[in-house]
């Protein structure tokens, strides 16, 4: 009886816990609503969508908590990184990210290894044959990345997602968008944890709306 009381108590304090770290987010402070909202891929799913830069420190540091958190995802969310082009070295690498999407070679090895160098070790990769070149490690064909890179299909979803990053008026990363409303920065939620727990409780937000 007494363990059952317990248990009980234990699991009022968790409850109650929970309705305390959800209503401490506070829209307009640490998270902010899109005037306009994006256009989004899915009709069917909670989708959210981290905007990145292969050579941010930052977005190096907050990868493995992306990545930890994701795969603990519910099915009803779809997750996808957009990579942001906020300058000329920014471009190549988010034509780099389409290149090889198109090539069927954007993996866990050449993505981790282009954070790796572009953000870890900070190696100058700027141009598309600097990039073809080290992707050559990791099995990528120069040639067949290089004409990739310029292709129309690559032209067509670098602009698709440069004009979602314009669209949420992102001068930042990493950045985290939900559902299309919502953005959600380091700077506004307080830390690369707290973005993910406010990721989480957006979705949780609109989890509601749709039921």
């Given at each position: 009886m007494i363990k059952m009381l317990k248990m009980t108590l234990?699991?009022?304090?968790a409850a109650a816990f929970t309705v305390q770290a959800e209503t401490q987010w506070e829209?307009?402070?640490?998270?902010?609503?899109?005037?306009n909202p994006i256009r989004t891929t899915s009709s069917d799913k909670i989708e959210v969508v981290e905007v990145f830069w292969y050579g941010c420190p930052h977005c190096y540091q907050?990868?493995?908590?992306?990545?930890?958190?994701e795969a603990e995802l519910p099915e009803d969310v779809e997750f996808s990184m957009v990579p942001a082009a906020l300058g000329r070295t920014w471009?190549?690498?988010?034509?780099?990210?389409y290149a090889l999407e198109?090539?069927?070679?954007?993996?866990?090895?050449t993505?981790?290894?282009?954070?790796?160098?572009?953000?870890?070790?900070?190696?100058a990769l700027n141009s598309a044959d600097a990039i073809a070149g080290f992707l050559s490690e990791y099995g990528v064909d120069p040639e067949a990345f290089?004409?990739?890179?310029?292709?129309?299909?690559?032209?067509?979803?670098?602009?698709?997602?440069?004009?979602?990053?314009?669209?949420?008026?992102?001068?930042?990363?990493p950045a985290?968008?939900?559902n299309g409303k919502y953005k959600v920065s380091g700077s506004t939620a307080g830390g690369h944890e707290q973005m993910i727990q406010v990721v989480d409780y957006l979705i949780e937000q609109e989890r509601a709306v749709s039921e």
């Open positions: 234990w699991l009022l304090m829209e307009g402070r640490h998270y902010e609503r899109l005037d907050f990868k493995p908590l992306v990545e930890a958190w471009e190549v690498h988010a034509r780099t990210f198109a090539m069927g070679q954007l993996n866990p090895a993505n981790d290894a282009l954070f790796d160098v572009l953000a870890g070790e900070r190696r290089a004409k990739t890179f310029n292709s129309f299909g690559v032209n067509a979803r670098f602009q698709q997602a440069q004009s979602k990053v314009r669209g949420a008026r992102i001068t930042g990363v985290m968008l939900v």
